[in-house]
T-cell receptor
């Protein structure tokens, strides 16, 4: 029972390099999310996809792009990495994007990204 | 000022102690309140979820919401070393900008033998 799987787990990038974080969920969820977690800042939403075929900006989208490849997969791309993007990135999914329920969000195990 | 404030800790307690973890918030539109537990090098996992005011109990864990004071708490009874983790509060409203799930920064808890 994999849940939310994200790769890679660790990555070191040089400033200006690009990379893509991959995420897949096997729970048949409609909604998927990318968060970053920084000390003293908590979890902040970068982008989300309420349903297959849609993507929307979250709280901190600058410097990132996303692709909802299909219902299972949601990738996050850093086109030109900057040291400010050093963070832990979490992919997450939920059955629906709704406030009208408990709507549990399930998180992956995280990707540690360092930009030097 | 952040919408959700949470003491970062660390909070260190002996095994068997009662632990109280707290968050305050400023947005009166928040209706759903959650507590997530995050072990080191892992993703957050949902621990408790409550709607509006009141208490909810699940085993050793009790979540309490006081909307009049904009204050939520998580109590852990008979704390165990396995409870050592970071606890994140999260909350959301029904519509508009409040419908976005907003997290606290987390409180790190250490339960010692």
């Amino acid at each position: 029972n994999a849940g939310v799987t994200q790769t890679p787990k660790f990555q070191v990038l040089k400033t200006g390099q690009s990379m893509t974080l991959q995420c897949a969920q096997d729970m048949n969820h409609n909604s998927m999310y990318w968060y970053r977690q920084d000390p003293g800042m908590g979890l902040r939403l970068i982008y989300y996809s309420a349903s297959e075929g849609t993507t929307d900006k979250g709280e901190v989208p600058n410097g990132y792009n996303v692709s909802r490849l299909n219902k299972r997969e949601f990738s996050l791309r850093l086109e030109s990495a900057a040291p400010s993007q050093t963070s832990v990135y979490f992919c997450a999914s939920s059955e629906i994007y709704s406030s009208y329920s408990g709507n549990t969000i399930y998180f992956g195990e995280g990707s540690w990204l360092t930009v030097v | 000022q952040k919408e959700v404030e949470q003491d970062p800790g660390p909070l260190s307690v002996p095994e068997g102690a009662i632990v109280s973890l707290n968050c305050t918030y400023s947005n009166s539109a928040f209706q759903y309140f959650m507590w997530y537990r995050q072990y080191s090098r892992k993703g957050p996992e949902l621990l408790m979820y409550t709607y509006s005011s009141g208490n909810k109990e699940d085993g050793r864990f009790t979540a309490q919401v006081d909307k009049s004071s904009k204050y939520i708490s998580l109590f852990i009874r008979d704390s165990q070393p396995s409870d050592s983790a970071t606890y994140l509060c999260a909350m959301r409203g029904l519509t508009g900008t409040a419908s976005k799930l907003t997290f606290g920064t987390g409180t790190r808890l250490q339960v010692t033998l």
